[in-house]
């Protein structure tokens, strides 16, 4: 009876996630084809055709069709390009050599248009390309392409979603290299960058899920605790959602480490029941294989042997040899302990046969190697022998010659001494010159270091000033002016009753001591804003880009973890550097939107300014005022730091600068 209701349960949770998923579906479907532009309507079909690809391939392609329909018979770069992404994302599981192919035309095309989209587009294209590589076992290849291409990218794009997910891929790539502890801070950041994404649930949940799992590896079960309370919530809230299964999986993996048995089987249950539903192969196998680790541990071998060899048929469908030598290493150690050890013997032999063929591509590397070594010296004997017969011949004619050979060796050694003697004369000079070379460069360089010192004490002392003039002006004459601006009013509320037509004049001076008082606050604010005195560098640097912001241009700020407890002359330069970028972009760049990144890894502080304007090559000769990039590059270097500057006429500016914390 208890089986049957067992059997009962699932059958229901299967239909109900089923059916989430097809609401799910309907529901995009439905989006997609009420979208009021093509452009808008192509889209939503491609996110449709994306959402089926893990779960039907056939549905994927008929809404890629109705895409492709959608672009009409003269289709734009730009589009032709999206269709070759989403071609490939559908080919990329089962013909890998294929959709690289397509990811190629793929970013040919979408290259043709400059855009934040396009770079958004482009950003995913190389992630799942990379994605292939690591399935070709070419990891490192995979964490290039993310540096070099998916991140960039992304941050190009200005979605900060998307630069989450590319931050994710880092944490899983040092993941699978057991570099967990970098892994973790590239989890955080993810997370920081989708803290306030609308609409991205589901990938807050992908990567709580492997931040969980990451703490898993590292026994940190208190943050792994931390993540899985965190992604349960959506997981109640996205029935559909296709990391449901490694929810369950990394929440049985927790409980199997904290020794609660019953919450692990009941974990366990609902993983089944969510990979059954999705179809999920590989994560029932990942179930499995966790269900047996916890009997393992628990010493109940008889039930760990059951399930570890339920998990075998997967494995053999993967066709994945290392995992095939998993199980048998694992399923060995379980008939030791069970005291089969003809079983355990039998098993550590095909693991033996399976470990073979994993180095047999090595091993035979090497006796060809061995085999071309032992060829190149058979060659090298023949020729020793045939040497020494005609050493044996020449003998008698070497020994009448000598003398002469004597004399020439004589002369010879002259020569070379004389040679030798002219060599080492030139070496000296040269050695004379590279330290006088020397000498003039730590001149220089003592005199670089005075220069940045006067320059120091210089901005401390125009910073003091700022800020007792920033005091003075707020403290003192704005209360002045707000006390004639109470008199002031005073004396018309009580001349309101005598002349009520009289009073004009005053109300202008009233008025025009209001702007006096804002315009005051103003300046005081540019000298030193409170909220960097007292709050911090994000509130400052916030209250900055909301400031310089327009109608016309958006100043975006994005905060991507920084802990904000740095010295003051780090606070105060970075706030004036990020000040200067900003002026310079908003008056003299043409923008119409500049994104301001800060983060922090590995103690080091990381600053960009971003803008899409008509770039610096064409704005450099219309900066009459500021700091200016020289007086910029001079207030990092007082820090340690360096800045590196980017742009192309008609693209926008870039500027990267980097401070060490330590």
Partial sequence: MKLVLGLCVFGIRTLSAQDAVSRYADSLLENARRAPTTASKIEGLLDVSIFWTDYDTVKAREYLTEARQQMGRLPTDFQKGLYHLYHANILMDHHPLQAKTEFAVADSLLATEVSPKSYYYRSKLWNNYGVVLQKEDKSEAFMEVVVHKSLPYARLSGDSAQVGMQLQTMGLLLGNVLDYKKAAAYYRQALGALRFARGKEDKRLEILNNAAKNALLMKDVDQAKDYLDSAGLYVQSLPHSTNIPAFYRNELTYFRQIGEKDNALQSYQKGISAAKALGDDYMLMDLNFELYALYRDLGEYQAARTYLASSRAWYDDFNNVKNRALYHN??????????????????????????????????????????????????????????????????????????????????????????????????????????????????????????????????????????????????????????????????????????????????????????????????????????????????????????????????????????????????????????????????????????????????????????????????????????????????????????????????????????PLK
């Fill in 330 to 659: 694992e399923m060995a150690r379980l008939e030791y302990q069970l005291g089969d050890f003809r079983s355990a013997y039998h098993q550590m032999d095909t693991l033996r046969t399976l470990l073979d063929s994993i180095y047999q591509e090595d091993v035979n590397s090497k006796v060809l190697n061995f085999e071309q070594q032992y060829k190149t010296t058979e060659r090298e004997n023949r020729i020793l022998r045939l040497e020494a017969k005609n050493q044996q011949q020449e003998l008698k004619i070497a020994r009448s010659r000598w003398w002469g050979v004597a004399l020439g060796a004589a002369l010879l050694l002259a020569l070379s001494i004389a040679f030798f003697s002219w060599k080492i004369g030139r070496n000296n000079k040269k050695l004379l010159a590279q330290n006088e070379l020397l000498h003039e460069e730590e001149l220089r360089s003592v005199r670089q270091q005075e220069r940045l010192r006067q320059y120091d004490a210089m901005l401390q002392g125009q910073e003091a000033e700022r800020s007792r003039l920033a005091k003075d002006l707020h403290d003192g004459l704005g209360g002045l002016l707000a006390g004639v601006k109470l008199k002031l009013s005073s004396i018309v509320a009580k001349a309101a009753g005598n002349d009520s037509g009289g009073n004009g004049a005053v109300h202008d001076v009233i008025d025009q001591l209001d702007y006096s008082v804002d315009e005051l606050r103003r300046i005081a604010h540019n000298m030193m804003p409170e909220s960097l005195r007292y709050g911090g560098l994000v509130p400052a640097l916030s209250d900055l880009c909301r400031y310089m912001g327009t109608p016309q241009i958006e100043v975006v700020f994005q905060d991507l973890g920084l802990k904000d407890s740095y010295t003051e002359q780090l606070r105060i330069t970075v706030y004036r550097v990020v000040q200067e970028l900003l002026t310079n972009a908003v008056k003299h760049a043409g923008a119409g939107k500049i994104i301001l990144q800060c983060s922090e890894l590995d103690n080091w502080l990381f600053v960009t300014v971003e803008d899409n304007g008509k770039g610096m090559e064409l704005i450099k000769n219309d900066q009459a005022n500021g700091l200016g990039l020289t007086n910029i590059e001079n207030r990092i270097a007082l820090l340690n730091g360096s800045m590196e500057s980017q742009s192309n006429a008609g693209e926008g500016t870039t500027f990267n600068i980097q401070i």
